[in-house]
């Protein structure tokens, strides 16, 4: 996994955007689509830890932050 | 009829100054009513309403100096003048309090949400341009230009929302609250130039 120093966004902050998971997605896919660069994924998964153990798992209707 | 004559001047000039002493007393009575009435109020209308006090130590200082000068029923006559001039000055400057009181109390609110949400803002934009900023291409929609623009914009809304917060800090809500609707309109225009506000 890359490195990431990028600290977490609060999880309490309405003002983090959000993406509902739906099917087919997976964490490059979210990160091309906000980032531009599906390599930028592990961002996604590090500020998600507290619901995504794998970035390689994850489900419909999981409520993402994307930093 | 010539001895008539001198009693007759002499009992005129014995009324004239006995009626003079007698409204001596009012009019005095009549100065120094009005400057007990104006002390209490005085601080609140030289805030609030400032030309009406003015008005109001004009009117005063005019009997004054008729007082000074002897000129007793000038007092007297100007005195009620004065009292409803008084009375319209304490109204004004009560309305104004209570406007001015409603205003401060009403920013307090509007600074109590933008002190909440204005950092949570900033955080948020500042995570995605430190992200963007890694990027070795930019998501569709987000330009070069915009993504320096945010990066610009951090700085600036920054340094005024420390400026709204001193003016907070300092009591100054009105001034707080307008400084830091600038910056929430500005994160707002920046979360919106790189693609933070839909999913």
């Known amino acids: 996994m890359a490195d990431d120093k990028t600290p977490a966004p609060a999880p309490d902050n309405p003002y983090t955007q959000t993406h509902v998971v739906v099917s087919g997605d997976t964490l490059s896919k979210i990160a091309q689509k906000y980032y531009g660069d599906a390599s930028l994924y592990t961002k996604i998964f590090q500020a998600n830890r507290d619901v995504l153990s794998d970035p390689n798992k994850i489900s419909p209707g999981q409520k993402l932050r994307i930093p | ?199």
């Open chain 2, 1 to 199: 009829m010539k001895k008539l004559s001198v009693w007759l001047l002499t009992s005129l000039v014995a009324v004239l100054i006995v009626d003079c002493a007698n409204q001596k007393v009012p009019a005095e009575a009549a100065i120094a009513n009005a400057e007990s009435a104006i002390a209490p109020i005085r601080d609140a209308a030289q805030k609030y309403v400032p030309d009406q006090m003015q008005a109001v130590d004009a009117q005063l200082n005019s009997l004054k100096d008729s007082l000074a000068k002897g000129d007793y029923a000038a007092v007297v006559a100007g005195a009620p003048a004065l009292t409803t001039a008084i009375s319209s000055l304490k109204d004004a400057a009560a309305a104004k309090q209570a406007d001015a009181e409603a205003a401060i109390a009403k920013a307090k609110d509007a600074w109590t949400g933008l002190s909440t949400d204005l950092p949570k803002m900033v955080d948020a934009i500042q995570s995605r341009v430190d992200v963007l900023s890694k990027s070795h291409h930019l998501p569709k929609g987000v330009t070069k230009d915009s993504l320096a623009a945010a990066k610009s914009g951090l700085d600036s809304m920054k340094g005024a929302w420390s400026d709204a917060s001193n003016a907070a800090t300092s009591g100054d809500f009105t001034t707080a609250v307008t400084k830091a609707q600038a910056v929430k309109d500005q994160a707002t225009q920046i979360m919106q130039s790189l693609g933070m506000t839909s999913s």
